[in-house]
């Protein structure tokens, strides 16, 4: 609810949890799923210690938000959802990613290798993958996430060698 950017009045994270705002505890427990509202409660409060969430105050009102790190957190969950939309018309260029990542990276170096393959990327070489549509924010919010950035290279490019076979596979003719 809160990555949905649902504003939660804070109150109820003080121990004297106001009478007025049960009922809001209990509708938000009951749509979280949550077997009792001090569960919830708790949840909330764990949230906050890991920075994932904070309490600013807005208007006289206590609002519970999303954090950067929390932002982070849950775009880290919607990385399973991400996909390279086909434009009805190709523009002729092509997308080129290559990366040189360290072994000590090498959890982040195969997980975006299998990401780049489940996106629809063709492999030219180990390091190498080639799309034909725009794909550079895809591109830097999963290399980012896999925390392999700095290490990572898109280039655009209007030549390929062996571009007909490419176009083939992707269905350009």
């Given at each position: 609810m809160i990555a949905a950017g649902v504003a939660i009045p804070a109150a109820f994270l003080m121990p004297n949890i106001p009478i007025a705002l049960r009922p809001l505890v209990k509708l938000l427990s009951n749509q979280c799923h949550a077997r009792k509202t001090e569960n919830f409660t708790n949840s909330i409060i764990t949230l906050k210690h890991k920075r994932l969430v904070s309490i600013v105050e807005k208007d006289g009102e206590q609002i519970l938000t999303l954090s950067e790190a929390g932002k982070k957190r849950v775009l880290k969950f919607n990385l399973d959802q991400i996909e390279i939309v086909r434009p009805r018309k190709w523009d002729w260029n092509w997308r080129i990613v290559v990366f040189d990542i360290p072994e000590k990276r090498r959890e982040g170096r195969d997980a975006l290798r299998r990401k780049l393959k489940q996106?629809?990327?063709?492999?030219?070489?180990?390091?190498?993958?080639?799309?034909?549509?725009?794909?550079?924010?895809?591109?830097?919010?999963?290399?980012?996430?896999?925390?392999?950035?700095?290490?990572?290279?898109f280039i655009v490019a209007r030549e390929v060698e062996g571009a007909k076979q490419l176009q083939k596979v992707y269905n350009l003719l």
């Open positions: 996106l629809g990327f063709y492999q030219l070489q180990k390091s190498c993958f080639i799309h034909p549509f725009d794909c550079k924010s895809e591109i830097d919010f999963i290399s980012e996430i896999y925390e392999v950035s700095p290490y990572v290279n």
